[in-house]
C-alpha cells in the first residue's frame, strides 16, 4: 500500500485490506472509514491507544463515515434486517443512542486534529421529527456541518463545535441537534477526573463471543413520584446505582470507561414521561425536543448513584409535558452528595403525546 495517496482512498478500496493494511494506513488523513477501521479505532488499533477512541458496539451505531473533511461529516447506519440481530429491545426508545452518534462523530473528527480524549460538553436545541426506534432494514443518515474549531496550543485541547441532524433516505429530517460541542482533553487531565468522580476500579472487558440481545438502556431505580409544589408545578426526583458491572460501560470506551452522557439524558426523559403519565394523564409520551444540555462531570464506575432532578414540571397549552429545568447529581452510595452542582444539565425538556 502506497500510503502516501490514503486521501484517495474510497470505501471500496478500504473494504480489500486486510486489518493489518487498514491498521497501517494513517487515519488522520483518510476522508472515508469503512466499519472495520471504525471498529478499530474502537479497539485503539489505529496508534490511538492512549488517546480518543470511538465507543465498540453496540453503543456504536455508525457503520460508515462517507464523508469527512474540513467542512462536513456524513455517515450512515443501517438497522438488521431481522428482529433477533438487533441487540437492544425492540420496543426501546433510541433518540438518545442516535443523539450519541453525534457527539461521536465530533468527537472523532476533532481527534484528527490533536491527540487527547474526546469529551462530550453541551449541545443546544434538539428536536425530534420522527421516530427513531428500530426499523427492520432502515438507514438512517447523520449530517453534521462544521461552524468552530478552537485550538489552545499552548495546553494541547481544542474544541468543536457542529450543527447536526439525522435524517432517512429521503431526506425526511428524524432528528436535528444544534451546536454539538465536544472537547478534546489531555489524557492526564481525564485521569484526574477519575480521581475527582469515581473512576478507580476498570471494568471486565467484553468477551469477543459476546452477544448482547435485549439491552435496555439503565435508567432509575428508585422513583418515589412526584411532589406537587405551592404554584401548582410538579418536582420529581429519582436514583439510579452506578457499579462497575453496568452494561454500558463494558463498551464505551476502552480503556476509559464512562456511562455516556446521552444515556443520562434517557433516563432524564424516562423520569418526565412517568410525570406526564402519573401527572398530566398521557398515554404513551414520547420524547419531544429539550433547548440545552450541558454536561460538565462524568458517570465513571466505581460503586455510587446518580440522582434525577426535574424541577419545575407542567403542562403547556398544546398538551406537552415540560421541565423547566433537571439535573443528574453524584452521590455516594449512601446518598451523600459527593460534589454540589450537577455534572449534567438540561433546560426545557419535554415530552408529548404520542401521535
Known amino acids: 500500500m502506497n500510503t502516501p495517496s490514503v486521501q484517495t482512498l474510497n470505501l471500496t478500496d478500504?473494504?480489500?485490506?486486510?486489518?493489518?493494511?487498514?491498521?497501517?494506513?494513517?487515519?488522520?488523513?483518510?476522508?472515508?472509514?469503512?466499519?472495520?477501521?471504525?471498529?478499530?479505532?474502537?479497539?485503539?488499533?489505529?496508534?490511538?491507544?492512549?488517546?480518543?477512541?470511538?465507543?465498540?458496539?453496540?453503543?456504536?451505531?455508525?457503520?460508515?463515515i462517507e464523508v469527512l473533511n474540513e467542512?462536513?461529516?456524513?455517515?450512515?447506519?443501517?438497522?438488521?434486517?431481522?428482529?433477533?440481530?438487533?441487540?437492544y429491545a425492540i420496543d426501546e426508545a433510541l433518540e438518545m443512542l442516535f443523539q450519541d452518534q453525534l457527539d461521536q462523530l465530533v468527537g472523532f473528527w476533532a481527534a484528527r486534529k490533536i491527540n487527547g480524549i474526546g469529551r462530550a460538553l453541551s449541545s443546544g436545541a434538539c428536536t425530534l421529527?420522527?421516530?427513531?426506534?428500530?426499523?427492520?432494514?432502515?438507514?438512517?443518515?447523520?449530517?453534521?456541518?462544521?461552524?468552530?474549531?478552537?485550538?489552545n496550543s499552548s495546553t494541547g485541547t481544542g474544541t468543536a463545535v457542529f450543527n447536526a441532524k439525522i435524517q432517512d433516505t429521503s431526506g425526511q429530517l428524524l432528528l436535528e441537534t444544534r451546536n454539538v460541542i465536544v472537547g478534546i482533553l489531555?489524557?492526564?487531565?481525564?485521569?484526574?477526573?477519575?480521581?475527582?468522580?469515581?473512576?478507580?476500579?476498570?471494568?471486565?472487558?467484553?468477551?469477543s463471543t459476546d452477544k448482547p440481545s435485549n439491552l435496555r438502556v439503565p435508567v432509575f431505580d428508585n422513583d418515589p413520584g412526584s411532589i406537587t409544589g405551592s404554584d401548582g408545578v410538579y418536582n420529581r426526583e429519582a436514583t439510579q446505582v452506578i457499579n462497575p458491572d453496568l452494561w454500558p460501560l463494558r463498551y464505551h470506551f476502552r480503556g476509559d470507561p464512562v456511562v455516556p452522557g446521552n444515556f443520562g439524558t434517557h433516563g432524564m426523559i424516562a423520569l418526565l414521561k412517568?410525570?406526564?403519565?402519573?401527572?398530566?394523564?398521557l398515554k404513551n409520551p414520547v420524547f419531544k425536543s429539550l433547548s440545552r444540555k450541558s454536561f460538565s462531570g462524568m458517570i465513571?464506575?466505581?460503586?455510587?448513584?446518580?440522582?434525577?432532578?426535574?424541577i419545575n414540571i407542567s403542562q403547556n397549552?398544546?398538551?406537552d409535558v415540560?421541565?423547566?429545568?433537571?439535573?443528574?447529581?453524584?452521590?455516594?452510595?449512601?446518598g451523600n452528595a459527593l460534589i454540589e452542582a450537577p455534572i449534567y444539565t438540561f433546560k426545557n425538556l419535554t415530552v408529548t403525546e404520542s401521535v
Open 129 to 151: 421529527h420522527q421516530s427513531l426506534n428500530f426499523e427492520p432494514a432502515k438507514q438512517v443518515l447523520f449530517v453534521l456541518e462544521k461552524r468552530k474549531w478552537m485550538e
Open 14 to 64: 478500504l473494504d480489500s485490506l486486510d486489518d493489518a493494511q487498514l491498521s497501517g494506513l494513517r487515519w488522520k488523513e483518510l476522508q472515508c472509514f469503512n466499519g472495520r477501521l471504525l471498529e478499530l479505532h474502537a479497539e485503539g488499533l489505529l496508534d490511538n491507544e492512549f488517546s480518543a477512541k470511538l465507543p465498540r458496539k453496540p453503543i456504536l451505531c455508525i457503520d460508515k
Open 300 to 310: 465513571f464506575e466505581d460503586p455510587k448513584q446518580i440522582r434525577f432532578k426535574l
Open 71 to 87: 467542512e462536513r461529516i456524513e455517515a450512515s447506519f443501517t438497522f438488521p434486517a431481522n428482529a433477533s440481530d438487533w441487540p
Open 186 to 207: 489531555n489524557p492526564q487531565d481525564i485521569q484526574e477526573l477519575r480521581k475527582q468522580y469515581g473512576g478507580q476500579q476498570g471494568v471486565k472487558e467484553p468477551s
Open 322 to 334: 415540560v421541565a423547566e429545568e433537571a439535573g443528574l447529581y453524584l452521590e455516594d452510595s449512601q
Open 317 to 319: 397549552d398544546a398538551g
Open 274 to 281: 412517568d410525570s406526564a403519565r402519573d401527572d398530566f394523564g
